[in-house]
């Protein structure tokens, strides 16, 4: 893997409101950024089958496009999201002999959820389009729960109108 390609961790499928949007969400484990890639409905569907293990009776097509592979004596060894154009990801499944396969990011995604391949995703789209994520760690949640604690007076806790019976609390 090169210095221009960021190993990411397919986190799962979301529906995302007010759109009712399908979205797949990776995760650039090194620069804690996620990124989100909008998918049809039957490709988040076929993502979040194989992540939870769920074997259809028959192949699906992302099913069948694997088998066909490894019938020829070949496999995926990983899978690049290369680009994005005109707001639409592109992505490459990259096969154990070297060749490349064009692709869209989400069969790609599919296709690597299957076979267990790493999911690669080019630098320059990370830059674009990942979303940073904020991390807290326990020392931050103390300190903000401190700060909070030496601002906050039994006067923020009462209920109704001053003077008036607080409601029962639940024992």
Same mark, same amino acid.
């Given at each position: 893997?090169?210095?221009?390609?960021?190993?990411?961790?397919?986190?799962?499928?979301?529906?995302?409101?007010?759109?009712?949007?399908?979205?797949? +969400?990776?995760?650039? +484990?090194?620069?804690?950024? +996620?990124?989100?890639?909008?998918?049809?409905?039957?490709? !988040?569907?076929?993502?979040?089958?194989?992540?939870?293990?769920?074997?259809?009776?028959?192949?699906?097509?992302?099913?069948?496009?694997?088998?066909?592979?490894?019938?020829?004596?070949?496999?995926?060894?990983?899978?690049?999201?290369?680009?994005?154009?005109?707001?639409?990801?592109?992505?490459?499944?990259?096969?154990?002999? !070297?060749?490349?396969?064009?692709?869209?990011?989400?069969?790609?995604?599919?296709?690597?959820?299957?076979?267990?391949?790493?999911?690669?995703?080019?630098?320059?789209?990370?830059?674009?389009?990942?979303?940073?994520?904020?991390?807290?760690?326990?020392?931050?949640?103390?300190?903000? @729960?401190?700060? @909070?604690?030496?601002?906050?007076?039994?006067?923020? @806790?009462?209920? !109704?109108?001053?003077? !008036?019976?607080?409601?029962?609390?639940?024992?």
């Amino acid at each position: 893997m090169g210095d221009d390609l960021v190993e990411m961790e397919v986190l799962g499928v979301r529906r995302q409101a007010p759109l009712d949007q399908v979205v797949v +969400l990776l995760l650039d +484990l090194v620069g804690r950024r +996620l990124l989100p890639i909008v998918v049809g409905l039957a490709e !988040g569907s076929a993502i979040a089958t194989a992540q939870s293990g769920v074997v259809p009776p028959r192949p699906m097509a992302h099913d069948l496009l694997v088998a066909v592979a490894r019938a020829r004596g070949g496999d995926v060894a990983h899978v690049e999201i290369v680009g994005l154009v005109d707001g639409v990801f592109h992505a490459a499944l990259v096969l154990d002999t !070297g060749e490349r396969v064009d692709s869209r990011a989400s069969d790609a995604v599919a296709v690597a959820v299957r076979v267990g391949c790493p999911v690669l995703c080019a630098r320059e789209v990370l830059d674009e389009s990942a979303l940073e994520v904020e991390e807290h760690s326990a020392d931050d949640e103390v300190e903000e @729960f401190r700060a @909070f604690l030496d601002t906050v007076s039994a006067d923020d @806790f009462v209920v !109704g109108d001053e003077g !008036g019976e607080a409601p029962e609390q639940p024992s």
